[in-house]
């Protein structure tokens, strides 16, 4: 509900008042957002329709969810390769520019472009190499241990008088400490 008469609908509103009926370009639609990693919940919206419509469109439409799930294994790979390319270290081509100032032979100030090409090397990044290990073979490269304890513990209070007692003992005792 609006809460004045200018404040505009919202968005959940505006669904419930409006049908929206399939269209083939969604497919590539959601495909795209998808590919920037929006769940279906956020697909929805950006389609301007209800969750629940967009699962009833995936169901009809079978190139639909084709497309949001090759959306998704194609950003999926792209980040994979991000990240391994990173933990191994990769180069790649650049081009670097500079503004170089000369004077002529009648003194005329001029300045030039100066475009000079080569190779931007980064070196391997041992969290992301730590990160691919832990995820891709996390049975060798776990980060946590695992350890068992056997035991039991007991705890005996008589009522919340002994309690409150032991609290001022203990703070009692740590006053003359300090």
């Known amino acids: 509900m609006r809460e004045s008469p200018s404040e505009p609908a919202k968005y959940s509103e505006t669904l419930k008042r409006v049908p929206v009926v399939y269209r083939p370009n969604f497919a590539d639609l959601a ?25 009833d469109w995936q169901m009809a439409y079978p190139e639909l969810e084709a497309f949001i799930r090759d959306g998704r294994e194609l950003a999926d790979a792209e980040v994979a390769t991000a990240i391994y390319q990173r933990a191994c270290g990769y180069s790649h081509p650049a081009v670097k520019f500079w503004l170089a100032k000369s004077k002529d032979a009648e003194g005329n100030e001029t300045i030039e472009v100066i475009e000079k090409a080569y190779v931007e090397r980064y070196p391997p990044d041992v969290g992301a190499a730590q990160f691919w290990l832990t995820n891709r073979a996390s049975q060798s490269w776990q980060n946590s241990s695992k350890q068992t304890v056997d035991g039991s513990l007991e705890l005996k209070v008589t009522g919340i008088s002994a309690l409150l007692a032991l609290a001022k003992t203990e703070a009692t005792q740590l006053k003359r400490v300090a």
């Open 31 to 55: 495909r795209k957002y998808a590919l920037l990693g929006c769940n279906d919940a956020r697909i929805a919206e950006l389609l301007g329709v209800p969750l629940s419509q967009l699962m």
